[in-house]
């Protein structure tokens, strides 16, 4: 149990175009669902704090505007990255949770590479 | 400010030997303590966790890991290492005092030598 998808896996795309990012919680509804970034070598860095039906929550030097995120249901998360650059290359992993004390469970990350 | 250490970078061990991979918090009463593992390119997940009770916690794949409150500390062990156990290790804390979130280590990467 507790499995999160994400799709696409990997994304190449031009600058300025923007890409969207899906994260799904397969067999649990996932009240709160979280995205992170986590550049090559790097520990995770979280993005922000979406709970379905309200607005995310975004960490401090996080762009809201550049990484928008919606949480329309209990099961799906999506984070669009607008007018992509190269430097917002990296790697997207998301993560849901439907109980504080159980954790979070997470995604196999997308691999996003902006040309 | 809110912070976990694991003082590790790197860790070689040969396969079969004991393991250990180390983790301190910086605060908190009531942590809630966990430890992940992420294989290169894949997503995070979850060995095992603590929240209250036996601070002996068993989780999955061999390991296990012992909540120090006095230490502020949450060590990984595993008594005999397979090949398959190369990876990358992270200790997270959350729970209230920590905004109910996720503060992760900076990971541990683990070698198994043969």
């Known amino acids: 149990g507790a499995v999160v998808s994400q799709h696409p896996s990997r994304v190449i795309c031009k600058s300025g175009t923007s890409v969207k990012i899906e994260c799904r919680s397969l067999d649990f509804q996932a009240t709160t669902m979280f995205w992170y970034r986590q550049f090559p070598k790097q520990s995770l860095m979280l993005m922000a704090t979406?709970?379905?039906?309200?607005?995310?929550?975004?960490e401090q030097g996080v762009e809201k505007d550049k990484f928008l995120i919606n949480h329309a249901s209990l099961t799906l998360s999506t984070l669009t990255v607008t007018s992509a650059h190269p430097e917002d290359s990296s790697f997207y992993i998301c993560?849901?949770?439907?109980?504080?004390?159980?954790?979070?469970?997470f995604g196999p990350g997308t691999r996003l590479t902006v040309l | 400010a809110q912070s976990v250490t694991q003082p590790d970078i790197h860790i070689t061990v040969s396969e079969g030997a004991s393991l250990e991979l180390r983790c301190n918090y910086s605060y908190g009463a009531t942590p809630y303590l966990f430890w992940y593992v992420q294989s290169p390119g894949q997503g995070l997940q979850l060995l095992l966790k603590y929240f209250s009770g036996d601070t002996l916690v068993q989780g999955i794949k061999g390991f296990e890991a012992e909540f120090k409150r006095s230490q502020s500390s949450f060590n990984l062990r595993k008594p005999s290492v397979h090949w398959s156990d190369a990876a990358e290790y992270f200790c997270?804390?959350?729970?209230?005092?920590?905004?109910?979130?996720?503060?992760f280590g900076a990971g541990t990467i683990l070698r198994v030598k043969s």
């Open positions: 997270a804390v959350g729970g209230m005092e920590y905004g109910n979130k996720l503060v």
């Open positions: 993560s849901a949770r439907d109980d504080p004390l159980a954790g979070q469970y």
């Open positions: 979406s709970n379905e039906g309200s607005k995310a929550t975004y």
